[in-house]
């Protein structure tokens, strides 16, 4: 959605493709036709499997495939950082629409990022150093609680490597404490993202967030929290149009034989109040990781 230059193409707000990892975006081109259907494509974290060994190679191949991809369709490329990419960039979090939208990855509401991590305990030790050597008037600021969600998610994969390879269904069977974290973070999470709004960002009415992968949208106050899902399992992945007719929800859906992604027509929520400017969306600035800095 940039007049200025004639593309009246919305933008288009997804997250959690995790590029390059089995089961879920392992290549690119799977989702072309959401990059072509965008003025510009805003993926809220997780954008790439920079912080696993077993697929660092791949994910950065494909990384720099959904760049040519972009620069090809004409679309502009916007990433926040996530707990599987968080030195992509330093940016992790957006406040569009005069104030009314707020965009974040949504790991920053607990401690351990993902209490659901067999580096649970690893995450959360290194997210509470980080803010114990703040001074105490610092630590519950924007800057301070992003550079703990950063520091901590280095931690898990420093600490552990490959063995801090995401969860799976089958390793959550295999350990049900896992289930039980996973259930009480989606359970809690709209109203933890509803808390930390009302402190961060008050004027918002709409929080995008991702993270947990349960697609979701729920009322929490006055605020409407849309949780846009992930490329894979449980699914389903969530696009927010955002265009001349406001904000739109869209189930996001997918070939079975090719992957291909595609946008479905169907809104699942509209808030015709949600009014982007692109003026208001920063430049592309995200780092282009080599293999060595992956692994």
Same mark, same amino acid.
């Given at each position: 959605?940039?007049?200025?230059?004639? *593309?009246?193409?919305?933008?288009?707000v997804?997250?959690?493709?995790?590029?390059?990892?089995?089961?879920?975006?392992? =290549?690119?081109?799977?989702?072309?036709?959401?990059?072509?259907?965008?003025?510009? %494509?805003?993926?809220?974290? *997780?954008? @790439?499997?920079?912080?696993v060994?077993?697929?660092?190679?791949?994910?950065?191949?494909?990384?720099?495939?959904?760049?040519?991809?972009?620069?090809?369709?004409?679309?502009?490329?916007?990433?926040?950082?996530?707990?599987?990419?968080?030195?992509?960039?330093?940016?992790?979090?957006?406040?569009?629409? @005069?104030?009314?939208? %707020?965009?974040?990855?949504? *790991?920053?509401?607990?401690?351990?990022?993902?209490? $659901?991590?067999? /580096?649970?305990?690893?995450?959360? @030790?290194?997210?509470?150093?980080? %803010?114990?050597?703040?001074?105490s008037?610092?630590?519950d600021?924007?800057?301070?609680?992003?550079?703990?969600?950063?520091? +901590?998610?280095?931690?898990?994969?420093?600490?552990?490597?490959?063995?801090?390879?995401?969860?799976?269904?089958?390793?959550?069977?295999?350990?049900?404490?896992?289930?039980?974290?996973?259930?009480?973070? $989606? $359970?809690?999470?709209?109203?933890?993202?509803?808390?930390?709004?009302?402190?961060?960002?008050?004027?918002?009415?709409?929080?995008? +967030?991702?993270?947990s992968? =349960? +697609?979701?949208?729920?009322?929490v106050?006055?605020?409407?929290?849309?949780?846009?899902g992930?490329?894979?399992?449980?699914?389903?992945?969530?696009?927010?149009?955002?265009?001349?007719?406001?904000?739109?929800?869209?189930?996001?859906?997918?070939?079975?034989?090719? =992957?291909?992604?595609?946008?479905?027509?169907?809104?699942?929520h509209? *808030? /015709?109040k949600?009014?982007?400017?692109?003026?208001? %969306?920063?430049?592309?600035?995200? @780092?282009?990781?080599?293999?060595?800095?992956?692994?």
């Open positions: 959605m940039n007049p200025s230059d004639g *593309d009246d193409r919305p933008v288009l997804i997250s959690d493709l995790h590029l390059g990892r089995t089961g879920m975006t392992e =290549r690119s081109e799977e989702i072309a036709p959401l990059i072509d259907a965008a003025s510009t %494509l805003v993926i809220n974290g *997780d954008v @790439a499997e920079l912080h060994r077993t697929w660092a190679e791949d994910a950065v191949r494909e990384l720099e495939g959904l760049r040519a991809r972009c620069r090809r369709s004409g679309t502009q490329l916007l990433v926040l950082a996530g707990n599987h990419d968080p030195e992509i960039t330093k940016r992790r979090h957006l406040l569009l629409a @005069a104030g009314g939208l %707020l965009v974040t990855h949504g *790991d920053v509401v607990h401690e351990a990022l993902a209490p $659901w991590s067999d /580096a649970a305990g690893i995450i959360r @030790a290194r997210h509470r150093k980080v %803010l114990e050597e703040l001074p008037s610092e630590r600021t924007l800057p301070a609680l992003f550079e703990a969600c950063r520091e +901590a998610a280095k931690a898990e994969c420093e600490a552990l490597g490959d063995l801090g390879r995401p969860t799976t269904p089958l390793t959550a069977v295999a350990k049900p404490w896992k289930l039980v974290a996973i259930g009480h973070f $989606w $359970w809690s999470h709209a109203r933890k993202l509803d808390r930390f709004a009302e402190l961060h960002a008050p004027t918002s009415r709409v929080i995008l +967030a991702g993270h992968h =349960r +697609a979701a949208i729920e009322r106050g006055h605020r409407t929290i849309v949780n846009t992930c490329f894979g399992v449980p699914g389903p992945a969530l696009g927010v149009v955002l265009g001349p007719d406001g904000l739109e929800v869209r189930r996001i859906l997918r070939e079975r034989r090719s =992957r291909i992604r595609r946008l479905g027509q169907t809104v699942l509209r *808030d /015709a949600i009014r982007l400017q692109a003026s208001e %969306l920063p430049v592309e600035d995200f @780092a282009r990781p080599s293999i060595e800095d992956a692994a």
